[in-house]
């Protein structure tokens, strides 16, 4: 059987994997993880929180299949390829072996380019909602004295 290997996320993956976070919502992430492992990926402490977060997310995703099927098929599709550099199809993905399908989304959550994109997902959040001083538009603000 040929083997399936993940292909570099991309912009076209975030955007993928950002609507896939959408359907499941942002809510079941905060609560699978909790406040100490999200306060460790803003400081970028991955060490620190690596498999017990690959293994909290993985079961979300597990968990959460039943609603977001055609998102989490073609999220995997559209970052994964055959090992012979052919694409794998969301149909690909629906009607391979559930074990085999379980080993992708673990494999998934092990990626460095996917602890990147958290470290700096949870950077921008912080810049967001950070006060005025920290904030990423605060030297942009315009006071006004309504």
Not at 18 to 43: A, H, N, P, R, Y
Not at 59 to 83: D, M, N, Q, V
Not at 90 to 98: G, H, L, Q, S
Request: glycine letters at 6%.
């Amino acid at each position: 059987m040929a083997e399936i290997i993940f292909k570099e996320l991309t912009v076209d993956s975030m955007f993928d994997f950002c609507e896939l976070i959408d359907v499941i919502g942002t809510e079941s992430f905060e609560e699978v993880l909790g406040q100490e492992d999200l306060k460790k990926f803003k400081e970028k402490s991955y060490e620190e929180v690596g498999v017990t977060v690959i293994m909290k997310m993985s079961a979300l995703f597990i968990k959460s299949i039943p609603k977001a099927r055609k998102e989490i098929c073609t999220f995997f599709a559209g970052c994964t390829e055959w090992e012979d550099g052919s694409p794998v199809t969301a149909e690909d993905i629906r009607k391979m072996k559930f074990s085999r399908f379980i080993k992708i989304i673990r494999d998934f959550f092990k990626q460095e380019d996917l602890k990147d994109f958290f470290g700096e997902a949870a950077a921008f959040a912080d810049t967001e909602h950070g006060d005025l001083k920290n904030s990423a538009t605060g030297d942009t603000a315009i006071h006004m004295g309504i």
